[in-house]
Each structure stands twice: as structure tokens, then as C-alpha cells.
């Protein structure tokens, strides 16, 4: 390694973090991540202690909080391709995970034939559309754009966001809409009894397909030349160009698997919810998050932030005020930031990737 | 005669690499002291540590028997060490003269508030601050491009500003990283004279240089690294003869010419 | 200002254009009236919020266009002083103070001043802690710190038996400011107080931007390092103006919440964060005078949509105002990123590619 790669691994990535003694900065680093989940969780069970908690309510909130976990980790993992590939936090993220179930639900009322087949079909149908909206945003707005400041392409996704929530707004009104849960296809989910606590039928959709998409993006990114080549960009954008790979329709590739990501996370969360125009910016928001806490460059980071977030978050949700439930992705977002930059997972202090 | 600066037994390492290993050196005040040895030996890192943008694994360095280890750069600054970076760092869109404002910064004293309701205080020093800044510019021959914009200039002029611009701050010790990088025979010998006039006002100078010959011309005191290891120190001419020296300047020899 | 400057005669234009306005709207000679000339475009109420967001703008172009440093939560600070004045007016009886000082004409003056203060100093301690972090990181800490302090004001500050805040339904029947027995009320009279602070505001910022302060702003934007290197405390130039920008975020919240009698939380979300960014990336962030230009140019945009362009094709309803909007901002951001006023070369806001 040279001098100057020497140099340059202490300001990775833009992070200023005033350096203490290296070893000592590693393992104060990570003592401080263990410390503070530790402390938030003894914190949060204490909470819920005093309400009167008890080992069967902690099941069912970290139940929920991995259901909803799950969902976080598939829009995180949609924020990490775009970020790795096209160095942009894509704030249309949210439109994606949007999109997706309310296309399926439009499809689904169009279509005739039996259930099964209509959620199949229009499920399908809405991701591949959303993966054509995801390209052709990049085509139509980034790519032209790709010269411009950071600043100004985060407003660009911003602008994308704003306006494609609107014509949500115009094409589907502000009125929640009901997908059919996967199990019952119908309104009713079916409930499944573990113990003395109780679990949606849906939940386990979430996490089977939750699971299979992980599946999928590794088979993906390990087998195929496409996913090789994107993960190529990801590492070394002009390496990778200097070795003959189209940069340019890797980053559209990206968004088209982000916005299939966000599509696939919103639709199974779908029959759990009830899905409106903007449910986007707070499912956007809170995968950002988790993203975040998992480093922003980091695919396996970005799961355990996504699954991290949902327990932590249904924990606090748990014994805190209804409306503060939303607080606690935020100050987890801050913490990050400013504690473990490089993600959870990474157990190098400076430098690191 | 007391050191000015004292780097005693400094290590460094980066994720368990190891970049400087117990290198122990002194400057005296006075000095024009060199720093050699090949690419990758650990010179710019010891300059960063030195100048407190890094903070060393190990050891302690004393400026004027005080140690400076764990202090912020702008700490270490007021202290008096003042640095220039070997990739040139310089404010894009701001001119020279206000480049050399910048290096005076310190002497401003002056809070937000009472800029934003521009006291007379600020009035007066900033008349004064100009004239001290237009005479630095004087000196080092740059007052013919006060008013240019800094990015706009060669590469050899902006190295000149950034010099301009740590010597504002009235250092006792300037840090050089590399001041002959990029430059031209005739460049590279006004750059020498500079140093030796500004080491003749009293200020240390402690260079990193890449060129031998320029170093050999120019410095006191030699001290050679490689591999993050003092190899040796003294004059020049005897350090020149040093056969690890002469070693490990051998799989680089582009690099002496 | 330094006498004779062009900012100088800047100054004395921007004089005469608000006084102008002003006496129209004030005596209407013939008839004649602000909204009529420009038919029906700018009206009383569009230039009194123009004033109250150049007052934040000014603070945020100095915190992001001179330090760099991206805020993308500024409109918590707008809602801090708006949401401080509208409680301590409104609902001092719940806080215990004496109902003689309360209905003091005083009283909302040193509320506002107070505010400022209070903020300045809340800001300037998470400032010291968050700016450590640059580039998108300082932005998504600056958007985290945003939400969260959107979520406490519209969660009742977490102690929702006394109701402070008023929950989504926000605070009514703020009283007007008055300068003794004189009223500064109706709006042609709180237009003049507005804009005296606006251009008050403007004079402080070309001050900060003529000023070794300035400099040291600026030097901090092209090169931390190098600005650390001669001895700028650059962290605590960086408290200092992010406090500095808050306060002024407070002010014109104050301002904004004794304009509208009414405060609600929706006005302070992430979306008016963004908008404020918007603003100032149109104006053009390395300059003062962008402040008001970006202002105007985005609150005339809105107008021209809301009035103009949406009511030319029947089809299209209010509805469509987002859409257009972010697209709007789209192509703004691709085609035109530099803003209305470069007064010099700039560098990106943060990183380039």
C-alpha cells in the first residue's frame, strides 16, 4: 500500500471523526455499539417491565418488529445497490415501495380469472412495471445529470419523489386500499397461534420472500455476468469502466433492481397494512435508516440494519407515547452516524470498506 | 542547544499496518532539516502527525518541550507549526491575497457576531491585516496576482500560495511537504532560495523532497526513512554515503535524480 | 456593507423596491394596488412570506453556500421559534405565567428574542456533536434531527396532558404584535416590520461574508484541512454559524406564527426542509442576495401554477400542484444547478463524484 492510500483511508468516504489512538478508537468503536444496544435494550425492557410486560409480550413485539424488519432490510438493500453503483442516495426509493402495491391492487381489480392467478399475474406485473419506472427515472433525470454535485442529485431523486407522489395522489385519491392477504386471499388474514403469542399468515410471506429475494441478489450478484459487472461498478467505478463495462446502463440496471426491491417490500407488506399514496416517505425514510446503520455499501450490512431497526423500533414502539414510535428510527439514524459510520458489521475502526 | 521539536520513539500504524516504527528525531531551531526515503516510507504520515491530522499509535512528539500529541491542527497552529500538503490544498475561488487573510486568520480575533454587526474593531484590523498580507505577497514575489483567483494560477504559482499562506501564521516551525514536486530546474532553485531566506528570518523549516539534489543543496540535517524506520541522520553529505542508504535508494533510482 | 460597494447599491434598490411595494399596498393611489398591477401574482400575503423565508434563507445560504455544511433540517428551527411563540402567547396560563405579563405588548417581542437565544444555543451544542460529520452524512444527521424535532412538536412535546403544541391540529388565535398601543396589524403594516428584519437580516449577512469570518467560512468549504492548518477552529466556526443560521430559522418562525395566528406541524416537516434547500439551490447558495431572488423565484413558481398555468386546462386540478412541482424542480436542478445569482466560481456543496 502506498503512502498515499495510507492517507486517504482516514478520511473514507467524506467521515471526519477526529482520530484517538487507532487500536483504542477500534475497540472504543465497538465497545460503544455493544454499550448502546445493550443500553437500549435493557432500557426498552426495563420500559416495558414497568408497564407490566411480560416474556409472552417481548415475543410478540419482536415477532412484529422482524416482520416489519424484513420489509426495512429489502428497501435498505434498494438504497445500497443505487448508492454503491451511482454514488446518489436515491430519495425515490420510496415511490417504489408505493408503486408497487398499489399497482398490484389496481391490477388485481382489473383482472379476471381465480385469485391466485390475478395476485400472481398483477404482483408480477406491477414489479416489472415499477423496475421499467425505476430505468427510466435514471435515463430521464440522473443520467443526464450524472456531472452535477451530489447535493443537486439528491434534489433531483427529491423532485422525482415529490411529483410521482403526486400523480399517486391524483391516480388512486388519498383513500387507504386493501391488498388480499397471500394465505386467505381474502380481506381477512388468517392468524397463527405459537404459544401465547399470535402471528399474521402474512408474516410469514414477508420473511419467506424477504429470504428468497436475498436468495435471488446473491445468485444474482455471484453468478451472473450482469451482476458480476455491476458489482464490479460498485467497487471501482472507473476500473471497471476502463475494463469495458458500461457503467452508465449499470447504474440504470441499479435502479431498476432497487425499484424491483422496493416494489416486491411494499406488496407483501401490503395485506399486513393498508397501503396509501404516500406510505412511500416513511417506508422510504425508515429503509434509508437502515441502510445507514448497516453502512450505506454494505448488502449484508443493510439487512441486519433493516432487521436491527424493526426489533429495536417495536420494542420502543412498545412502551412509548403511539407517536413517538417514529422517533426512534430518527435518533437511531443520528447515532449511526455518529458512532458506526462504517455500518454494524464492520469491526474496523478507521478505513475499512 | 534545546530541540524545537523532539519526535520521540512515534509509531503509527493503520489497521494493524504498520506506517512509522518508533522513529525518534529532533530539530533545532535554525535548522533546514530534510526528510528522505522512498515512496511509501512513512514521510507525509510523519508530517500528520506532526501537524496533529493524525495522532500517533505510540510515542511522543514535544514542540518547544511541550508535548503536542492528541492536540487538534488548529491547536498545534497557534502553537506556531504551520504546514503546506504535498497534494496542494488551496480555497477554490478565493484570490491570493485572500488565501494569505486566511494564514492571518488568527490575528482577526473575531467572533460571528460581532462580524455580522461589523464593528469598527474589524474595520480597522482588516486594514492592517491587508497591508501586513500585501507585504508577505511582496516578498515572495507574488503581488503582481493579489487579486487572481488561486485556481486559475499554474501549478508552481499555487504552490507558492500555499507557502504564502502557512507563512502568514508566523510560524516558528514550517512544515514543507514536498515544495519542489512539479516544478522545473529554475523553479526548483528560486523555491530553494526562498526557504533559505525564510530560515534566515528565523523560522525552522522541516522538508520532505523527493529531489536529492535539491535536498543535498539545501538542508542542514538529513534524516532518511523507509519502511516506516529511520535508517539514518546527519549531514547531507555524510547520510549520502550511507550504504542502507544507498540501498534502499537503489530499487528507486528514477526517484534520486 | 462597506459604503460604496455594488452590494451597497444592491442594498439601497432592495430599500426602495420594498418601500415602493409597500406605500402601493399601503395607500393604494387610484386604485392601483400591488396585486392588480401584477395581476393577481404578487399579493400582500405572497411578499410577507417572502420576507419571513429570506430571513432563514440569508442564515442558510451563510451555513451551506460559504461553510458548506447541508442542513437539511432547517425548517425545525423555523418550527422551534414559531411553535415557542405561539405557546408562550397562547397558552402561558398553562405554564404559570401571570396573565398581566402575558397580554403585555411586550411580551411576544421578548418571547421572539428569547426564542432566538434558546435555539442559538440548542443548535450550537448538536451542532458541535453533528458537524463533525461532512458531506451526506452531516446531511442525513441534519434530516434525522429535522423529523425528529417534527415528530415532538406534533406529538404534544411527549406530555400530551398539557397539550402545548396541539398536537396535528397545532396552536390557533395567536395574537398580532403590537409596538405599544400601535398595531402592526393588517398586513400592509406587518409587511414593513417583516422586510425591516429581512433587510436587516441581508446587512448582517453581507457583514458575515465581508468579514475575516467570512473567509475563514469559506476557506472551510474549499479545504478543512487547510483551514485547521493556520489555525481556524473550524469546529467551532461551525457551531457558530449553524447556531447563527437556527436563531435566524427561530426569528421568522416567531414572525411566521404571529403572520398566520395559526401554527400546525406539516408546516415544519421534512417536505419545508427540502423546499428551503430548493430555495436556496435556485437563488444560488454562495450569496446573499440569492436569498430573496430564490425566495421569490420558487414562491412565484408555486403561484404562477396555483393561479395561472392549472386553471388553462380543465382537466387539471390542484391536485396536479406537486406533480408539476417536482418536476419543476427536477429540471430546474438538471438544467440550471448553479441558482439564480453566481457570484463566483463555486465548488459542488459536497462531493464530486
Known amino acids: 500500500m502506498s503512502e498515499q492510500g495510507l492517507q486517504t483511508t482516514t478520511g473514507d468516504r467524506g467521515i471526519l471523526l477526529r482520530p484517538t489512538r487507532a487500536s483504542l478508537q477500534r475497540f472504543g468503536r465497538q465497545a460503544a455499539l455493544v454499550a448502546v444496544i445493550v443500553l437500549v435494550g435493557l432500557f426498552l425492557v426495563g420500559m416495558g417491565h414497568r408497564v407490566g410486560y411480560g416474556a409472552a409480550d417481548y415475543l410478540q413485539l419482536l415477532v412484529d418488529g422482524l416482520q416489519i424488519g424484513a420489509v426495512y432490510a429489502l428497501v435498505a438493500l434498494g438504497f445500497v445497490v443505487v448508492y454503491r453503483v451511482t454514488g446518489v442516495i436515491n430519495f425515490a426509493q420510496g415511490a417504489f415501495v408505493m408503486l408497487g402495491p398499489m399497482l398490484t391492487i389496481t391490477l388485481f381489480g382489473s383482472l379476471s380469472g381465480s385469485p391466485v392467478f390475478r395476485l400472481v399475474v398483477s404482483a408480477l406485473g406491477a414489479v416489472l412495471f415499477v423496475a421499467a419506472v425505476g430505468m427510466a427515472i435514471h435515463r ?149 435508516v437502515a441502510a445507514i446503520m448497516g453502512g450505506l455499501v454494505s448488502f449484508p450490512g443493510a439487512v441486519v440494519g433493516g432487521i436491527a431497526l424493526g426489533i429495536l423500533e417495536s420494542l420502543w414502539g412498545g412502551v412509548t407515547l403511539a407517536g413517538f414510535k417514529d422517533l426512534f428510527a430518527f435518533l437511531m439514524l443520528i447515532l449511526s452516524l455518529l458512532f458506526w459510520p462504517q455500518g454494524i458489521l464492520a469491526g474496523k475502526g478507521e478505513g475499512g470498506s | 542547544m534545546d530541540a524545537l521539536l523532539e519526535v520521540r520513539e512515534v509509531s503509527k500504524s493503520f489497521d494493524g499496518l504498520v506506517a512509522l516504527a518508533e522513529v525518534t528525531l529532533c530539530i533545532h531551531p535554525g535548522q533546514i532539516k530534510g526528510l528522505i526515503g522512498p515512496n511509501g516510507a512513512g514521510k507525509t504520515t510523519l508530517f500528520n502527525l506532526i501537524a496533529g491530522t493524525l495522532v500517533p499509535t505510540a510515542g511522543d512528539i514535544r514542540f518547544r518541550g511541550q508535548s503536542i500529541v492528541g492536540l487538534p491542527p488548529y491547536r498545534i497552529a497557534h502553537l506556531g507549526i504551520s504546514r503546506t500538503f504535498q497534494n496542494v490544498q488551496i480555497f477554490p475561488g478565493m484570490t491570493v491575497l485572500e488565501h494569505v487573510l486566511v494564514g492571518l486568520h488568527r490575528y482577526t480575533l473575531s467572533g460571528v457576531l460581532a462580524a455580522a454587526a461589523r464593528t469598527r474593531r474589524i474595520k480597522g484590523t482588516e486594514a492592517a491585516l491587508r497591508e501586513r498580507a500585501c507585504a508577505l505577497l511582496d516578498k515572495l514575489g507574488l503581488a503582481a496576482w493579489a487579486d487572481t483567483p488561486v485556481d486559475s494560477l499554474p501549478f508552481g504559482l499555487q504552490r507558492m500560495v500555499e507557502l504564502a499562506r502557512a507563512l502568514a501564521t508566523s510560524p516558528q516551525l514550517l512544515l514543507l511537504d514536498e515544495p519542489g514536486a512539479g516544478l522545473n530546474p529554475t523553479e526548483k532553485a528560486a523555491v530553494s532560495q526562498l526557504i533559505r531566506k525564510i530560515r534566515d528570518e528565523g523560522v525552522t523549516v522541516f522538508l520532505v523532497e523527493h529531489d536529492m539534489q535539491m535536498m543535498m543543496g539545501l538542508a542542514d540535517e538529513v534524516a532518511v526513512l523507509d519502511h516506516g524506520m529511520l535508517l539514518a541522520e546527519g549531514p547531507p553529505v555524510e547520510v549520502q554515503r550511507d550504504p542502507q542508504v544507498i540501498a534502499a535508494y537503489l530499487g528507486e533510482a528514477d526517484d534520486v535524480a | 456593507m462597506r459604503k460604496g460597494s455594488p452590494d451597497t447599491w444592491a442594498f439601497a434598490g432592495a430599500v426602495g423596491v420594498v418601500l415602493l411595494l409597500g406605500w402601493l399596498e399601503l395607500r393604494r393611489p387610484g386604485g392601483v394596488s400591488i396585486a392588480r398591477i401584477s395581476g393577481g401574482l404578487l399579493t400582500i400575503d405572497l ?94 444527521a441534519t434530516l ?99 447556531a447563527l443560521s437556527a436563531s435566524l430559522a427561530s426569528l421568522a418562525g416567531s414572525l411566521y406564527a404571529h403572520f398566520q395566528a395559526a401554527v400546525v406541524p406539516d408546516t415544519f416537516g421534512f417536505v419545508p426542509s427540502l423546499e428551503l434547500v430548493v430555495m436556496s439551490a435556485i437563488g444560488g447558495m454562495a450569496s446573499i442576495w440569492g436569498a430573496p431572488l430564490g425566495v421569490l423565484a420558487v414562491l412565484l413558481i408555486q403561484e404562477l401554477l396555483r393561479t395561472h398555468v392549472l386553471g388553462l386546462i380543465p382537466a387539471v386540478t390542484a391536485e396536479m400542484e406537486p406533480v408539476i412541482f417536482g418536476a419543476l424542480l427536477v429540471l430546474i436542478m438538471m438544467f440550471w444547478p448553479g441558482g439564480l445569482v453566481s457570484s463566483r466560481r463555486r465548488r459542488p456543496v459536497w462531493g464530486e463524484r
Open chain 3, 144 to 242: 434525522g434531527l429535522g423529523i425528529m424535532v417534527y415528530i415532538v412538536l406534533r406529538e404534544n412535546l411527549g406530555i400530551p396532558q398539557l397539550n402545548l403544541t396541539g398536537g396535528f391540529d397545532g396552536i390557533v388565535d395567536i395574537p398580532r404584535l403590537h409596538l405599544g398601543a400601535f398595531a402592526l396589524w393588517p398586513e400592509s403594516r406587518y409587511y414593513f416590520l417583516v422586510w425591516a428584519v429581512a433587510l436587516a437580516t441581508i446587512v448582517l449577512g453581507l457583514n458575515v461574508v465581508h468579514s475575516p469570518v467570512g473567509r475563514a467560512l469559506r476557506a472551510i468549504h474549499g479545504s478543512e484541512a487547510a483551514a485547521e492548518s493556520v489555525g481556524i477552529v473550524v469546529p467551532l466556526l461551525k457551531a457558530q454559524i449553524f
Open chain 3, 47 to 140: 411578499l410577507i412570506r417572502a420576507g419571513i423565508f429570506t430571513i432563514i434563507l440569508v442564515g442558510l445560504n451563510l451555513l451551506m453556500g460559504y461553510a458548506g455544511q447541508v442542513s437539511l433540517g432547517q425548517a425545525a428551527f423555523y418550527g422551534m421559534g414559531a411553535y415557542f411563540s405561539a405557546i408562550l402567547t397562547v397558552k402561558a396560563a398553562v405554564l404559570g405565567i401571570s396573565p398581566a405579563v402575558a397580554r403585555a405588548w411586550w411580551w411576544p417581542w421578548f418571547v421572539m428574542g428569547g426564542a432566538a437565544v434558546l435555539v442559538g444555543v440548542f443548535s450550537f451544542l448538536i451542532g458541535w456533536v453533528i458537524l463533525r460529520l461532512r458531506g451526506h452524512y452531516l446531511a442525513m
Open chain 1, 140 to 288: 430521464l433525470t440522473l443520467h443526464p445529470a450524472r456531472k452535477a454535485s451530489a447535493l443537486t442529485r439528491i434534489i433531483i431523486t427529491v423532485g422525482v419523489y415529490i411529483s410521482v407522489q403526486g400523480i399517486a395522489l391524483i391516480a388512486w385519491g388519498p383513500r387507504p386500499y386493501v391488498l388480499p392477504a397471500f394465505t386467505t386471499l381474502q380481506m381477512v388474514d388468517r392468524l397463527v397461534e405459537v404459544g401465547s403469542i399470535i402471528i399474521q399468515a402474512q408474516t410469514f410471506w414477508i420473511w419467506g420472500v424477504a429470504v428468497a429475494m436475498l436468495v435471488l441478489l446473491a445468485l444474482f450478484f455471484e453468478r451472473t455476468v450482469v451482476g458480476k459487472a455491476m458489482r464490479a461498478c460498485a467497487v471501482n467505478r472507473i476500473a471497471a469502466q476502463l475494463m469495458g463495462i458500461r457503467v452508465d446502463r449499470m447504474a440504470t440496471l441499479a435502479f431498476g433492481l432497487a425499484a424491483v426491491l422496493g416494489a416486491v417490500a411494499g406488496i407483501v407488506l401490503s395485506p399486513a397494512t393498508r397501503p396509501t399514496y404516500d406510505m412511500g416517505l416513511e417506508l422510504g425514510l425508515k429503509g434509508f
